[in-house]
């Protein structure tokens, strides 16, 4: 298990190949709802968030694609890996975003999920979808500028 950081955050899983697929205009912060065998279990870091994908719903934000995997040790109290959290956010955050993503395009992603003290936090993402010709000089831009830092190295 990870020591905590110095501010108390500790990062239990990322959606690294959220940058590449995705061109990220906003982020936030939300809380999220859960059962206790899910903390245990997010405290051993055993999650998938690559998948996930954000609904909002009867004024309500919900996470799907999450996959908490149960914990051993909870006996017949397990939770359900894949079902569908609430997220906590104000009203005003869950209005403004649900506006957002009725733009064509637009979608709310999570890209990751730490613990803020004692409380699980989602970092939320509102994106749209790249096309490949940017993921192509998304690569590119980062090869050249390798091989400049590679250049300024040797001489």
Do not use: C
Not at 18 to 28: K, L, P, Q, S, Y
Not at 90 to 102: C, M, N, P
């Amino acid at each position: 298990m990870a020591k905590p950081a110095a501010d108390g955050i500790r990062v239990i899983a990322t959606n690294r190949k959220a940058t590449h697929e995705f061109h990220i205009h906003e982020r936030f912060e939300a809380g999220i709802a859960l059962v206790g065998s899910e903390v245990k279990s997010l405290r051993d870091a055993k999650v998938t968030i690559s998948d996930g994908w954000v609904e909002f719903r009867n004024g309500q934000a919900l996470v799907h694609g999450i996959r908490i995997n149960e914990y051993a040790q909870a006996n017949r109290w397990q939770h359900d890996v894949g079902r569908v959290r609430r997220l906590l956010l104000h009203k005003r955050e869950i209005a403004k975003l649900g506006d957002r993503t009725q733009i064509q395009g637009y979608t709310v992603i999570p890209l990751g999920l730490y613990f803020k003290g004692p409380r699980v936090k989602v970092e939320l993402a509102l994106v749209t979808h790249k096309k490949l010709y940017d993921k192509r000089a998304a690569k590119r831009a980062a090869d050249d500028q390798r091989e400049i830092d590679r250049a300024m190295k040797r001489h």
